[in-house]
C-alpha cells in the first residue's frame, strides 16, 4: 500500500475496521465496543478495549461514611456497561448502515481517508439507566482524539469517578508526565507543584489495607513507557513509549499494575496478584477523598461528583 498520499488506509472488515499508515494498525472491534488493537510501530499498546471507567478503588474514608455502599451500582456499571450503538463517520460523511458483513464486501482493499471517527454509545446498567459516548477520531497521522459524555441523569447516586481505562499487555517500566507533583486527589492538591516528572516502574503505595492510590491531577501530557511485549518474536528489550496529551482541559490519571476492582478485592498487600498488566485510567473527573476523619465525615460537597450533570472531556493519544 502506498502511503505518500499521507491519507488513511481503511479496511472494512467483517466486524471490524482497520486504520493504517507507514507506522501504525488500529482496529477498531464492532462486536466489543471500541478500540481493540493500537500497534505503533510493531509494538501492541493494547490488551483489552478501552472502557467506560466509572469507579476507584474505596478508601477507608469512603467505608467510614458509607458511601461504597450508597455508589454500589457504579461498581457494577464500572463492569458491565454495554456498547448499544456505534457511528462510523469518514471524511465528514456517515456511514450507513455500518458496514459490516457482508456490505462490507462492496469496499475494495485500496479505499483511503483524511480523517475516521467511530462514536460508541453506551448504557449504563444503573437503575435508572443512563449513556455514555466515546468518539475516536483518527487523523491521517495516527494521531487519535478522545472525548467522552456522560449523560446526566436524576435519580442516580454520586459518582466515584469518570474516565476511559486502558489495559496494556505488559507492565510499564515507569512514566513521565507534565503536571502536579507528587499523588493528588482534588481535595489533595495543596502543596503540589507544577513541573514534569519521572515515576520509574508502577508504584502502589503501601497501604495495610490496599485502596485507591496513584492519582495524579491537572496533567496536561503523560508519555507510558514499555519494553516488553506479549510476542514471542520480539526480544527487543528496547522502550517505546505512547503519549497522552490533553485536548480541552487538564486530565487526571493513574498508571498501576491493577485495576480497581482488583484493589477492591484485596484485604491485604499480599493478596494483590503479581503485576502483570499496566493499567492506565484517565479521568476526566474524580471524588475527593475526604480525610477529615474515617468514623463517618463526608468529603466536602465540592468534592463531589453529582449524576444529575453531564460530563463531558477530551484527551489526545500520539507517538
Given at each position: 500500500?502506498?502511503y505518500?498520499?499521507?491519507q488513511?488506509?481503511?479496511?472494512y472488515?467483517?466486524?471490524?475496521?482497520?486504520?493504517?499508515g507507514?507506522n501504525f494498525h488500529?482496529?477498531?472491534?464492532y462486536e466489543?465496543?471500541?478500540l481493540?488493537?493500537l500497534v505503533?510501530?510493531?509494538?501492541e499498546?493494547?490488551?483489552?478495549?478501552?472502557?467506560p471507567?466509572?469507579?476507584?478503588?474505596?478508601t477507608?474514608?469512603?467505608?467510614?461514611n458509607?458511601?461504597?455502599?450508597k455508589?454500589?451500582?457504579?461498581?457494577a456499571?464500572?463492569r458491565?456497561t454495554t456498547?448499544?450503538?456505534?457511528?462510523?463517520t469518514?471524511?465528514g460523511?456517515l456511514?450507513?448502515?455500518l458496514p459490516?458483513a457482508p456490505l462490507?464486501?462492496?469496499y475494495?482493499?485500496?479505499?483511503?481517508a483524511?480523517?475516521?471517527?467511530?462514536?460508541?454509545?453506551f448504557v449504563?446498567?444503573?437503575?435508572p439507566?443512563t449513556s455514555v459516548?466515546?468518539?475516536?477520531?483518527?487523523?491521517s497521522?495516527?494521531?487519535?482524539?478522545?472525548m467522552?459524555?456522560?449523560a446526566?441523569r436524576e435519580?442516580?447516586?454520586?459518582?466515584?469517578?469518570?474516565?476511559?481505562r486502558?489495559?496494556?499487555p505488559t507492565?510499564?517500566?515507569?512514566?513521565?508526565?507534565q503536571?502536579?507533583?507528587?499523588?493528588?486527589?482534588?481535595?489533595r492538591?495543596a502543596?503540589?507543584t507544577?513541573?514534569?516528572?519521572h515515576v520509574d516502574g508502577?508504584p502502589?503505595?503501601?497501604?495495610?489495607?490496599p485502596q485507591?492510590c496513584?492519582m495524579?491531577?491537572?496533567?496536561s501530557q503523560l508519555t507510558?513507557?514499555?519494553?516488553?511485549?506479549?510476542n514471542?518474536?520480539d526480544?527487543?528489550?528496547?522502550?517505546?513509549?505512547?503519549?497522552?496529551?490533553?485536548?480541552d482541559?487538564p486530565?487526571?490519571?493513574s498508571?498501576?499494575p491493577?485495576?480497581?476492582?482488583e484493589?477492591?478485592?484485596?484485604t491485604?498487600l499480599?493478596e494483590l496478584?503479581l503485576?502483570?498488566r499496566t493499567?492506565?485510567s484517565?479521568?476526566?473527573?474524580?471524588?475527593g477523598?475526604g480525610?477529615?476523619?474515617?468514623?463517618g465525615?463526608?468529603?466536602?460537597?465540592k468534592?463531589?461528583?453529582?449524576a444529575?450533570?453531564?460530563l463531558?472531556?477530551?484527551?489526545n493519544?500520539h507517538?
Amino acid at each position: 500500500m502506498d502511503y505518500t498520499n499521507n491519507q488513511l488506509h481503511v479496511i472494512y472488515g467483517d466486524a471490524s475496521l482497520g486504520l493504517e499508515g507507514p507506522n501504525f494498525h488500529y482496529l477498531f472491534s464492532y462486536e466489543r465496543g471500541g478500540l481493540e488493537s493500537l500497534v505503533v510501530n510493531q509494538k501492541e499498546w493494547l490488551y483489552r478495549t478501552p472502557t467506560p471507567l466509572f469507579w476507584r478503588a474505596t478508601t477507608d474514608n469512603d467505608h467510614g461514611n458509607g458511601f461504597d455502599v450508597k455508589a454500589a451500582q457504579w461498581y457494577a456499571a464500572d463492569r458491565f456497561t454495554t456498547c448499544q450503538k456505534i457511528d462510523l463517520t469518514v471524511d465528514g460523511q456517515l456511514v450507513q448502515p455500518l458496514p459490516i458483513a457482508p456490505l462490507n464486501n462492496r469496499y475494495t482493499n485500496h479505499e483511503m481517508a483524511n480523517q475516521v471517527a467511530l462514536t460508541y454509545h453506551f448504557v449504563t446498567p444503573t437503575v435508572p439507566s443512563t449513556s455514555v459516548s466515546i468518539t475516536y477520531t483518527v487523523a491521517s497521522d495516527g494521531n487519535i482524539k478522545i472525548m467522552t459524555h456522560f449523560a446526566g441523569r436524576e435519580g442516580l447516586p454520586e459518582l466515584p469517578a469518570f474516565g476511559l481505562r486502558f489495559i496494556m499487555p505488559t507492565t510499564a517500566t515507569g512514566f513521565d508526565y507534565q503536571g502536579l507533583s507528587g499523588e493528588t486527589y482534588p481535595d489533595r492538591l495543596a502543596g503540589a507543584t507544577q513541573g514534569q516528572f519521572h515515576v520509574d516502574g508502577l508504584p502502589v503505595t503501601p497501604y495495610l489495607v490496599p485502596q485507591e492510590c496513584g492519582m495524579h491531577m491537572q496533567t496536561s501530557q503523560l508519555t507510558v513507557t514499555r519494553s516488553t511485549t506479549q510476542n514471542n518474536a520480539d526480544q527487543s528489550k528496547q522502550p517505546f513509549s505512547l503519549t497522552f496529551s490533553q485536548a480541552d482541559q487538564p486530565f487526571a490519571f493513574s498508571c498501576l499494575p491493577y485495576t480497581a476492582a482488583e484493589l477492591e478485592q484485596a484485604t491485604h498487600l499480599e493478596e494483590l496478584p503479581l503485576p502483570r498488566r499496566t493499567v492506565l485510567s484517565i479521568y476526566g473527573a474524580v471524588r475527593g477523598v475526604g480525610g477529615i476523619d474515617s468514623w463517618g465525615a463526608d468529603v466536602e460537597a465540592k468534592y463531589h461528583i453529582p449524576a444529575n450533570q453531564d460530563l463531558d472531556f477530551s484527551f489526545n493519544i500520539h507517538f
